[in-house]
């Protein structure tokens, strides 16, 4: 895993220190609000309905036992007692005190990490593959590559004022689970025919009011050249990024009015006078990244498959965890584990100190210190030998964490929506709640097998509800929360925006909705083996109107 | 009706202006006020409670007496009186109610 080298060392170190001293002096009234709200905001503190908000950058979601063990002594000694995690890969806790935010920091800072660039107009936390360095279906770790992108654009000089904020995310597999078409920039990591490493590049995806999915602008990118083109789109989106209107300020409204093939035009211009400059990536710093990436000592532990068989046999429910939770590892010895925040009616994401705690043990003692944090707010654990499998489900058990729901309808992604945040229109936990528990038998949810809804409290899209198989979007009207319902997204290879499916729902009447939306779904598939989306895609929404509308169709 | 409202500045907790000039921690204690005067006056005693750093985010919001209780017509306003709605057991919602008494 990366450790950070004396640079990043002096520089957390240096931060830490100048926001305690601006945080004092805010305290003492030294500086005004707006004055020190900018200076909060980069190091990822906001204002929320009842406290003040920390978020906590997770690079490439990536985390330590020892990280995560921090974590969870946040949330006790600061916080009350949990934590969420979320789609951006990082952790938010929702009750510091301001004093307290410069000791957080100092907490974080022992453990490398820090809240910096978790907000405001910069490039964002780089977010990556939940299972890089660990599946199967993978041609290379594309970590190493979100962290070159880290250090480059850390406090990076020309783009830390950029229009908007910018979000970069990659996959080193053909199967896409970074959701990278939603994002300002994504990188597929792969090879080309001579077997060298390179990326397709996509820009101007996106969520929020206007989504929009990402354009390929190249085919292959050989690696080397991943700083300099990054940094001619930059430039490109820097110049040209609309700056007299906020909701128009993402580098995808640029791409759209400006046409994809004049941004191409654009971006080789800008690159042919940087390409063979000094961004150009060094063979050798690209190895002594990987080098830090390495994987962990795999060592054969060939009685796993046995070990499966015979626990299988034992536990009905240990078999179901299995065929919902465990994905395949590159190593056959190997299996990766997704630890569901979701359990039935539980809040999507939230995980105690007690249960950070404990992950962070199982990852010392089965997964090589290894946790992964998922876009879709689950935890993962990339290196599980199948031996162990029944031992690290027994120790899930414990702690309340071994739902086999992972692709399933109740593995819901939910914004904090009105219970928490400033800006939303109406409550995404609760939905998220109801429905989970509506479907709560997992054999009813394994019948209707995958199935990815997702929730926002407003049209900041926070919650991924464009991209869901199943949307919701809370709105207000006249005073009252109403629940829009879009079907059809997807985030994934094939990324697509969903379709509002008509009228709006009340809170009583959402989870009824989103019944006879799957109830249509089950009587129209093909056959088991057509998916939600698949049977959504070739029939369109005409028979989801139909079950959701027609009576009042008829009536009227 | 309208009632002050703003977070304090040390550690973000939502309080409501209340009649004898301090900031309370529930919304029971507010001062509930009814014409464009005295919602100026409001809007004064917040600007100049902002300005000398005790609060952020300050708001003159709408409110009704239900019952002879102050009931906030927005429901982002009623959740920040209480805590998160699904966690009855964090925020205001979640103190003894003595202080409301
Ligand atoms: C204080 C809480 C939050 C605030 C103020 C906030 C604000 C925003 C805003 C204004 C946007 C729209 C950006 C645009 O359209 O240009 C946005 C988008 C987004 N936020 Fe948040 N957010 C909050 C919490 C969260 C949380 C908890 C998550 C993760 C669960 C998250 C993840 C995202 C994502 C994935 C997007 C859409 C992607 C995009 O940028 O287009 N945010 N957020
Ligand atoms: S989608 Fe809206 S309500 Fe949800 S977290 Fe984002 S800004 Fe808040």
């Known amino acids: ?77 600061y916080d009350k007692g949990y934590g969420h995690f979320t789609t951006r890969q990082n952790i938010q806790f929702n009750w510091p005190a301001l004093s307290d935010i410069p000791a957080i920091l100092a907490d974080l800072a022992s453990v490398e990490m820090h809240a910096i660039q978790t907000s405001g107009n910069c490039i964002r936390n780089v977010t990556a593959d939940h299972f890089a360095g660990a599946a199967a279906d993978e041609v290379a770790d594309p970590r190493p590559y979100a962290e070159i992108l ?136 690209v190895a002594a990244i990987q080098s830090y990436f390495a994987p962990p000592a795999l060592t054969a532990r060939p009685e796993g498959d046995e070990a ?68 879709e707010q689950n935890l993962i654990l990339p290196h599980v030998a199948r031996a162990d499998l029944k031992a690290v489900y027994d120790a899930l058990v414990a702690i309340d964490l071994a739902t086999a729901n992972s692709n399933l309808i109740s593995d819901i992604i939910a914004c904090p929506g009105l219970d928490y945040c400033a800006l939303a229109n109406a ?83 959402i989870t009824d909705a989103i019944e006879t939306i799957v109830d249509t779904y089950l009587g129209i598939r093909l056959d088991r083996t057509e998916k939600f989306l698949d049977a959504y895609r070739r029939v369109g929404p005409a028979p989801f109107k139909e079950a959701l509308y027609a009576s009042e169709a008829k009536a009227a | 009706m309208k009632i002050l409202t703003a977070n304090r500045l040390t550690d973000g907790e939502a309080v409501w202006f209340a009649a004898d000039g301090t900031w309370a921690e529930t919304i029971d204690a507010a001062e509930t006020v009814g014409d464009k005067a005295d919602e100026a006056r409001l809007e004064a005693i917040g600007k100049a409670a902002y300005d000398n750093n005790e609060v952020v985010d300050v708001n003159l919001i709408d409110v009704s007496l239900v019952d002879g209780a102050i009931q906030p017509l927005r429901l982002r306003e009623v959740i920040r009186a209480a805590g998160p709605s699904n966690r009855h057991d964090l925020g205001k919602q979640a103190r003894p109610a003595a202080g409301a008494a």
């Not at chain 1, 929320?48 to 997770?58: E, F, K, N, T």
């Not at chain 1, 105690?352 to 290894?370: H, K, L, N, P, R």
Request: net charge neutral.
């Open chain 1, 308 to 375: 499966v068989k015979l626990a299988r046999l034992d536990s009905k429910s240990f078999g179901d965890w299995i065929d919902q939770n465990v994905f395949t590892h590159r190593n056959p010895d190997y299996a990766a584990v997704t630890i569901s925040l979701k359990g039935i009616g539980e809040v999507p994401g939230d995980a105690t100190d007690s249960q950070m705690d404990a992950v962070a043990d199982i990852a010392e003692t089965y997964g090589f210190d290894e946790i992964r944090v998922s876009h």
């Open chain 1, 427 to 509: 409550r995404s936990i609760p939905v998220a709640q109801e429905i989970s528990k509506r479907f709560a038998s997992l054999e009813r949810q394994r019948d209707i097998g995958e199935l990815k809804l997702k929730i926002s409290g407003c049209i900041n899209a926070c919650g991924h509800h464009h991209v869901g198989h199943i949307g919701i979007l809370g709105v207000e009207k006249k005073g009252a929360e109403l629940y829009q319902v879009t079907l059809g997204g997807s985030a994934d290879e094939h990324t697509s925006v969903g379709e509002i499916i008509g009228r709006g729902f009340g809170p009583d009447e």
């Open chain 1, 1 to 77: 895993m990366y450790r950070y080298d004396e640079f990043d060392h002096d520089f957390v170190k240096a931060r830490v220190a100048d926001f305690s001293d601006q945080v004092e002096r805010r305290l003492a009234g030294e500086i005004t609000e707006d004055q020190f709200r900018p200076l909060r905001l980069m190091n990822g503190v906001y204002l929320q309905l009842h406290a003040y908000m920390l978020r906590i950058a997770v690079p490439y979601g990536t985390l330590s036992s020892k990280q995560m063990r921090m974590l969870g002594h946040i949330a006790r000694k």
């Open chain 1, 150 to 285: 880290r250090q480059w654009s850390s406090v990076h000089p020309e783009f830390s004022y950029l229009p908007r904020k910018f979000k970069i995310a990659v996959t080193g597999a053909e199967r896409d689970r970074a959701a990278i078409q939603t994002h300002d920039i994504g990188l597929h990591l792969k090879k080309n025919d001579k077997g060298e490493l390179g990326f397709a590049v996509y820009i101007g995806g996106g969520q929020g009011r206007t989504p929009m999915v990402a354009k390929k602008i190249r085919d292959f990118l050989p690696e080397q050249h991943l700083l300099s083109y990054t940094t001619a789109i930059l430039r490109v989106y820097n110049l040209h990024g609309r700056r007299d209107n906020k909701y128009k300020a993402r580098i995808k409204i640029l791409v759209h009015e400006t046409g994809v093939d004049e941004i191409i035009r654009q971006v080789e211009h800008e690159w042919q006078a940087l390409k063979d400059g000094e961004l150009k990536l060094p063979e050798a710093d």
